[in-house]
Nanobody, 125 residues
Framework: VQLQASGGGLVHPGGSLRLSCAASGGTFSAYGVGWFRQAPGKQREFVGG????????VYADSVKGRCTISRDNRKNSVILEMNSLTPDDSAVYYC???????????????????WGQGTLVTVSS
C-alpha cells in the first residue's frame, strides 16, 4: 500500500489542523494507522493511532483531549484533526500503516510497514 499525507501548512496559534492520510493499493480499513511527527533537531514522536476495522484509537499525552483520529472509508483514508495548536506542534507529520500491528504497538514506529512522505505543519503568528 502507498500512503499520501496531506493538509499541512501554516496555522496560527490556537488554530486547528486537519491532515489526511490517503492509501492506494489496499483497503485501508484493514490496516492499523499511526501518526507521528518530527520537529527539527528532535526525535520522531508518536501523535496518535487507530486500530484496524472498528478498533479503538490511542493518543500521546501531549495531544490527548485536542486530537481526534478517524477513518473515512469512502475515501480510503485516515484523518487527524487537532485543535488548540501551539508552536510546539510544528513538525513534519507522517502517517504509517501496518496490516499486522497489534493495538498495544500503535505507538511503536518499527511496528509499521508503510510510511507516507510527510506533510509540514508550522504553527506561527
Amino acid at each position: 500500500v502507498q500512503l499520501q499525507a496531506s493538509g499541512g501548512g501554516l496555522v496560527h496559534p490556537g488554530g486547528s489542523l486537519r491532515l489526511s492520510c490517503a492509501a492506494s493499493g489496499g483497503t485501508f480499513s484493514a490496516y492499523g494507522v499511526g501518526w507521528f511527527r518530527q520537529a527539527p533537531g528532535k526525535q520522531r514522536e508518536f501523535v496518535g493511532g487507530i486500530h484496524r476495522y472498528g478498533g479503538g484509537s490511542v493518543y500521546a499525552d501531549s495531544v490527548k483531549g485536542r486530537c481526534t483520529i478517524s477513518r473515512d472509508n469512502r475515501k480510503n483514508s485516515v484523518i487527524l484533526e487537532m485543535n488548540s495548536l501551539t508552536p510546539d506542534d510544528s513538525a513534519v507529520y507522517y502517517c504509517a500503516a501496518s496490516r499486522s500491528i497489534i493495538y498495544s504497538s500503535l505507538p511503536v514506529p518499527p511496528a509499521y510497514t508503510y510510511w507516507g512522505q510527510g506533510t509540514l505543519v508550522t504553527v506561527s503568528s
